[in-house]
């Protein structure tokens, strides 16, 4: 247990829909990133927020939003959901997000859109 | 970004040491080497990093080249639990402010045989 969670563990929605990712932390991490991991993809960097600022940007669609929250907590929004948004979604958490910190990644939320 | 290379598959006995190589032939002066791994149906997991020096942790050793064009993970006694896709990913120290966008390769799946 890596001390990251992640809800839901499964979420199955329609295309077109919208749906919210939430994460929480390890417990004194300030720091937070994204991924997503599909079979074609691999695992892809989304976005990394440290103490409530983004810091850093991946390939995050424009569809996608992030914000960390002021206890922390992160949420990822997908709108306007297509096939190919089917994937795992990690949540990653670091003490202070430099590059040297070691992240401990989430259980995962698998997101299906029909 | 500087990229890494490595093997898509390895085979080990269990028991027996395994060497997962990475070549990183543009790393930068200011590049971290890091290793995680991913088990199956889990999110990936820290492993062990360094700059310069070889490193030692409870899980595994870290050989990087005098180089530093490549790098080693030492996996010094193979359990079937090791069975997973290893990442070796590059993290920039340098810049203002130590953030980056983290690019994950396909990593090598390591298979470890009874």
């Known amino acids: 247990d890596s001390g990251v969670t992640q809800t839901p563990k499964h979420l199955i929605t329609a295309t077109g829909q919208r749906v919210t990712l939430r994460c929480s932390p390890r417990?004194?991490?300030?720091?937070v990133y994204w991924y997503q991991q599909s079979l074609d993809q691999g695992l892809q960097f989304l976005i990394q927020?440290?103490?409530?600022?983004?810091?850093a940007k991946g390939n995050i669609l424009e569809r996608f939003s992030a914000q960390q929250f002021p206890d922390l907590h992160s949420e990822l929004n997908l709108s306007s959901l297509e096939l190919g948004d089917s994937a795992l979604y990690f949540c990653?958490?670091?003490?202070?997000?430099?590059?040297?910190?070691?992240?401990?990644f989430g259980p995962g939320t698998r997101l299906t859109v029909l | 970004d500087a990229k890494t290379t490595q093997p898509n598959s390895m085979e080990s006995n269990e028991e027996e040491p395994v060497h997962l190589p990475c070549n990183h032939s543009?790393?930068?002066?200011?590049?971290?080497i890091h290793w995680y791994r991913q088990l199956p149906s889990q999110g990936p997991e820290y492993v062990i990093h360094?700059?310069?020096s070889n490193v030692n942790n409870r899980m595994a050793s870290l050989a990087i080249a005098e180089d530093r064009k490549s790098s080693t993970l030492i996996l010094h006694r193979a359990t079937l639990r090791d069975a997973a896709v290893y990442y070796c990913?590059?993290?920039?120290?340098?810049?203002?402010?130590?953030?980056?966008?983290?690019?994950f390769g396909p990593g090598t799946s390591l298979s470890v045989i009874p």
């Open positions: 417990s004194g991490d300030l720091s």
């Open positions: 543009t790393i930068s002066g200011t590049d971290y």
């Open positions: 360094g700059l310069t």
């Open positions: 990653a958490s670091s003490v202070r997000g430099q590059t040297y910190n070691e992240q401990f």
């Open positions: 927020y440290y103490n409530g600022e983004e810091r």
């Open positions: 990913i590059l993290r920039d120290v340098g810049g203002k402010t130590s953030y980056d966008k983290v690019i």
